[in-house]
Nanobody, 119 residues
Framework: QVQLVESGGGLVQAEGSLKLSCLAS???????MGWYRQAPGKQRELVAT???????NYAASVKGRFTISRDNAKNTVYLEMNALKPEDSSIYYC??????????????WGQGTQVTVFS
């Protein structure tokens, strides 16, 4: 089982930047890592993922502004967020999904970090 701890959230003015970090309790080599977010009253949505081979996927709403990266040696995944907008305000969750052949691969979630963008 992998435990995930997010950090780096906070309060930032629109057009500002934040960098989130997610530290895993063990190796992330065999996991697709991702960031999701959930605003009050809304469903959790995908922000970005990065595979173990480095392939990246972004939600249309963040493409060109956010960058996901991973450092397997540090068991850490990052989300660099630039040109932030008030609508980016959410709780951001780190996700690790194991790369195995299974109907429902094991996946793990962090407890989330709050990002608030004010105009």
């Amino acid at each position: 089982q992998v435990q995930l701890v997010e950090s780096g959230g906070g309060l930032v003015q629109a057009e500002g930047s934040l960098k989130l970090s997610c530290l895993a309790s063990g190796s992330i080599n065999d996991y697709t890592m991702g960031w999701y977010r959930q605003a009050p009253g809304k469903q959790r949505e995908l922000v970005a993922t990065v595979s173990n081979t480095g392939d990246r996927n972004y939600a249309a709403s963040v493409k060109g502004r956010f960058t996901i990266s991973r450092d397997n040696a540090k068991n850490t995944v990052y989300l660099e967020m630039n040109a932030l907008k008030p609508e980016d305000s959410s709780i951001y969750y780190c996700n690790a999904r194991q790369i195995v052949v299974a109907i429902r691969p094991p996946e793990y979630w962090g407890q989330g970090t709050q990002v608030t963008v004010f105009s």
